[in-house]
C-alpha cells in the first residue's frame, strides 16, 4: 500500500483562504477524497473525485489536483470550519484504501 | 435519508472476542458496498475492511487481517465486524461507512462505536 501526506496543522483568520494539501504517488492514477471531522462527530464527506462537492457541503470549498498532490481550497474561511481533514485515496491493486495524517485547520 | 447505526461496542478484556453491527436504513443496502473504518482515541482515520454488495468479496487492512471478519446479512440490512484476540491497539471509536455506486471512497458514515480493550 501507499501513504498519503498531510501538513500536520493549517492556521488562517476568518475570512481567509486556506489550503490544505495532500501528496501520494498514487495520485495521479487515483482520485483524491477529502473528509472534514468535528470533535465528537463522524467524518463528513466534503470533497470527491478531486474536485466535486457533495450537495450540501458550501460552495467556498473547492477541491483541485495537479500530479501527486491533491489541495483541498477553503475561501472566505469560517469558525465553523475548523475541524481535522483527511484525504483518502484507494490502492485498487491491493485492494485497500489510504487516508492521510489529518490536518488540523485552526481559524484564528 | 442514509441511516448507518452501529452497536456492540464496549470495555472487553483483551484476548476477548467482540462483534460489532451496523444497522442500515435509507437506502437499498443489498447493492452498496460497505466498510469499517475505526479511529483510535486522538489518532486518524484507519481503514479496516471493505465488503461487496453481495458478500463474496472481502478485504482487510493488513493490521487487522486474520483477526477481523467483516459479513453482512442483506435480508436485515446489517453489517457485521468480528474481532478475535482483541488487543489494546485495537481500542477505536468503529465506523461503518457506505460505499457509493461507483468510485472508492466513504460517501455515508455511522456515529461509531468505542471498543476499549482493557484489562
Known amino acids: 500500500s501507499y501513504e498519503l501526506t498531510q501538513p500536520p496543522s493549517v492556521s488562517v483568520s476568518p475570512g481567509q483562504t486556506a489550503r490544505i494539501t495532500c501528496s501520494g504517488d498514487?495520485?495521479?492514477?487515483?482520485?483524491g477524497y477529502w473528509y472534514q471531522q468535528k470533535p465528537g462527530q463522524a467524518p463528513l464527506l466534503v470533497m470527491y473525485?478531486?474536485?466535486e462537492r457533495p450537495s450540501g457541503v458550501p460552495e467556498r470549498f473547492s477541491g483541485s489536483s495537479s500530479g501527486t498532490t491533491v489541495t483541498l481550497t477553503i475561501s472566505g474561511v469560517q469558525a465553523e470550519d475548523e475541524a481535522d481533514y483527511y484525504c483518502?485515496?484507494?490502492?485498487?491493486?491491493?485492494?485497500?484504501?489510504?487516508f492521510g495524517g489529518g490536518t488540523k485547520l485552526t481559524v484564528l | 435519508q442514509v441511516q448507518l447505526v452501529e452497536s456492540g461496542g464496549g470495555v472487553v478484556q483483551p484476548g476477548r472476542s467482540l462483534r460489532l453491527s451496523c444497522a442500515a436504513s435509507?437506502?437499498?443496502?443489498?447493492?452498496?458496498?460497505m466498510h469499517w473504518v475505526r479511529q483510535a482515541p486522538g489518532k486518524g482515520l484507519e481503514w479496516v475492511a471493505v465488503?461487496?454488495?453481495?458478500?463474496?468479496?472481502?478485504y482487510y487492512a493488513d493490521s487487522v487481517k486474520g483477526r477481523f471478519t467483516i459479513s453482512r446479512d442483506n435480508s436485515k440490512n446489517t453489517l457485521y465486524l468480528q474481532i478475535k484476540s482483541l488487543r489494546p491497539e485495537d481500542t477505536a471509536v468503529y465506523y461503518c461507512?457506505?460505499?457509493?455506486?461507483?468510485?472508492?471512497?466513504?460517501?455515508?458514515w455511522g456515529q461509531g462505536t468505542l471498543v476499549t480493550v482493557s484489562s
Open positions: 498514487a495520485l495521479p492514477k487515483q482520485y
Open positions: 465488503i461487496s454488495d453481495d458478500g463474496t468479496k472481502k
Open positions: 461507512a457506505k460505499n457509493p455506486a461507483y468510485g472508492y471512497y466513504f460517501d455515508y
Open positions: 435509507g437506502f437499498t443496502f443489498s447493492t452498496y458496498g
Open positions: 483518502q485515496s484507494a490502492d485498487i491493486s491491493s485492494a485497500s484504501w489510504v
Open positions: 473525485k478531486d474536485n
